[in-house]
């Protein structure tokens, strides 16, 4: 198993900027790379950035230039920096973990973070 908790959610004006931490704990060995994803209400969760055990980002269209995913030097922390916020960008934000076993992949789950941004 898999442990993350997120933190550094909160409430900002747009045009502001947050920053957001996950911390694994668990089986740290088997993560294959993290990301975040975030869900408005009514909406589809979507991917909002994702980064490889190598390094290599990825970002969804609606944060690319304004978001920044970055992982601490133990592999197992990861961070969002987001700036230039937008009120579109109100959403609970969670951590992912895909992580790999001899028995099959799983998927891991942070409970999430709300990200709130006004106008």
């Known amino acids: 198993q898999v442990q993350l908790v997120e933190s550094g959610g909160g409430s900002v004006q747009a045009g502001g900027s947050l920053r957001l931490s996950c911390a694994a704990s668990?089986?740290?060995?088997?993560?294959?790379?993290m990301g975040w994803y975030r869900q408005a209400p009514g909406k589809q969760r979507e991917l909002v950035a994702a980064?490889?055990?190598?390094?290599?980002?990825n970002y969804g269209d609606a944060v690319k230039g304004r978001f920044t995913i970055s992982r601490g030097n133990a592999k197992n922390t990861v961070y969002l920096h987001m700036n230039s916020l937008k009120p579109e960008d109100t959403a609970v934000y969670y951590c992912?973990?895909?992580?790999?076993?001899?028995?099959?992949?799983?998927?891991?789950w942070g409970q999430g973070t709300q990200v709130t941004v006004s106008s």
């Open positions: 992912n973990a895909p992580s790999r076993y001899s028995s099959g992949p799983r998927e891991y």
């Open positions: 980064i490889t055990d190598g390094g290599t980002t």
């Open positions: 668990g089986h740290i060995f088997a993560i294959n790379g």
